[in-house]
């Protein structure tokens, strides 16, 4: 049996020529992005937010809620995907980077879609429950600041419905997780939540091995 494929940018470029969809609105926000200080390694890539919007239409998703906007290339992503009558719920701890997405969100007509919520993430998930009640959410999306991932995702599991679905970002953590001389707070924080996930028997969990790292995690 072959074993995990080393991801060259050859390999990489391959995949984008022949499976990604990218318009020109999503390249447009995803261009402008890249040109901010670390905006190509805070945004979410072009195949992972396609990748959002086909599990987000796999399972139907009305409720989707995002924890983590920045400049709101995966909120629109998602927003496309959200089915008839749905939105999404984005946030993000400070307003002057989902403002920069707003204009894209007009523009894909998408905008009516989405909610969009600046303040501390574990706040606005706590207004959430009080708001719309446990189990009223589909699927969450979590890409925010890394030690906090163990409280987001708490609230999130209490917020999502029974096979709803969070996938969390950045779980191989540009692979740091894995080397043993990493001992920053972010890598720590990753390496303590995936520790947690693989024992909670609350969920099933699923781990790829492709961006960043994305954990797909149903609710039993």
Avoid: H
């Avoid at 969009?116 to 606005?124: E, K, L, M, P």
């Amino acid at each position: 049996m072959a074993g995990q494929l080393q991801i060259t940018e050859e390999l990489s470029d391959y995949v984008r020529t022949v499976s990604l969809r990218e318009d020109e609105i999503l390249r447009s926000l995803r261009e402008q992005t890249a040109a901010l200080p670390m905006g190509t390694a805070m945004q979410v890539m072009a195949e992972e937010g396609q990748l959002l919007a086909l599990l987000a239409r796999l399972i139907g998703a009305r409720t989707i809620v995002e924890v983590g906007t920045f400049t709101g290339y995966g909120t629109l992503c998602l927003a496309r995907a959200v089915a008839p009558g749905g939105r999404v719920i984005t946030c993000d701890i400070a307003e002057r980077w989902p403002l920069i997405g707003v204009p894209f969100w007009r523009e894909a007509g998408v905008l009516d879609r989405i909610d969009s919520r600046i303040g501390d993430a574990a706040d606005v998930l706590a207004t959430l429950l009080l708001e719309e009640g446990p189990g009223s959410a589909d699927f969450v999306f979590i890409d925010a600041d890394k030690p906090g991932y163990p409280k987001y995702y708490e609230a999130a599991l209490t917020l999502l419905r029974e096979n709803g679905l969070i996938v969390v970002d950045n779980t191989l953590f540009l692979g740091r997780v894995a080397d043993p001389a990493a001992g920053d707070a972010d890598t720590e924080a990753i390496r303590a939540f995936n520790a947690m996930l693989g024992e909670d028997r609350r969920v099933e969990v699923s781990l790829l091995p492709v961006a960043d790292g994305i954990t797909l995690v149903r609710k039993l």
